[in-house]
């Protein structure tokens, strides 16, 4: 049903593929330039729905078997897997029947991904570590301390690899319209890798007991809003000033 409601209301309408390159450098979209983001909105919202479904089923039973007894995770955590992991699948999918435009200029992650963006993720997700790691929970149904670890360092490799991606893979098609949303990827992934990272350490800062619960707990919250606030700036939910929106670097060509 949740899934279902997504998926309305995300369904990519005529206006929001032009709308979307228009944001992300494309100063004057074509209609045929604005089809080929409606597409590539709608690959992405179908797939992120069917992984919503399939990562609520594995959190179900995971839960029934108190696997994740904690306050975000079973919920938030699940969801921006499946958005995470939806990324990524749509940046490997191979394209058959374009033609790959390679560039002479060499690009690095730094083109797609500022300082700044990655300092924040990166700060986070060092965060989440070292917080685990601190508060130590291991005890019978949960997730084991190192297994934790594990999932944070993942989710932080699949967030550059896919900015590897984005910078490594010849452009298909329309290089203008490859190249925005390629950046619109790479910027929505970071922003929900440090917001993965947030909710991680968020949860293990609600499972401190004794005198410092309500100061972690505390510290939990600020974390968790950071990481709202981090992934909707890094994905230009709230970047209304000059810079922070998805422009595409001069130097890409």
Avoid at 176 to 200: C, E, K
């Amino acid at each position: 049903m949740f899934a279902g409601i997504v998926l309305l209301v995300l369904w990519p309408t005529v206006r929001s593929g032009p709308r979307l390159l228009r944001n992300w450098g494309v100063a004057e979209p074509t209609s045929q330039q604005g089809r080929i983001a409606r597409l590539y909105l709608l690959y992405r919202r179908v797939l992120y729905v069917v992984l919503i479904i399939v990562t609520s089923l594995i959190g179900g039973l995971q839960e029934q078997e108190q696997m994740f007894p904690r306050p975000f995770f079973p919920y938030l955590g699940w969801f921006l897997a499946a958005l995470l992991l939806g990324e990524l699948i749509a940046m490997l999918r191979p394209v058959n029947g374009k033609v790959r435009v390679a560039t002479l200029q060499r690009r690095t992650i730094r083109d797609v991904l500022p300082a700044w963006m990655i300092v924040a993720h990166v700060v986070t997700v060092v965060a989440a570590v070292v917080g685990i790691l601190l508060v130590n929970v291991d005890v019978p149904g949960l997730m084991p301390v190192w297994a934790q670890v594990v999932v944070v360092v993942v989710s932080a490799v699949a967030v550059y690899a896919l900015a590897w991606l984005t910078v490594a893979r010849p452009a298909i098609g329309d290089a203008v319209v490859d190249r925005a949303l390629r950046l619109r990827s790479v910027r929505v992934t970071i922003g929900l890798g440090t917001m993965f990272a947030a909710t991680m350490l968020t949860d293990e800062l609600y499972l401190v007991t004794g005198p410092d619960q309500v100061t972690a707990a505390s510290i939990g919250v600020i974390v968790l809003v950071f990481g709202l606030v981090m992934w909707g700036v890094m994905t230009s939910a709230f970047a209304f000033w000059s810079g922070f929106r998805g422009q595409v670097p001069a130097r890409n060509g």
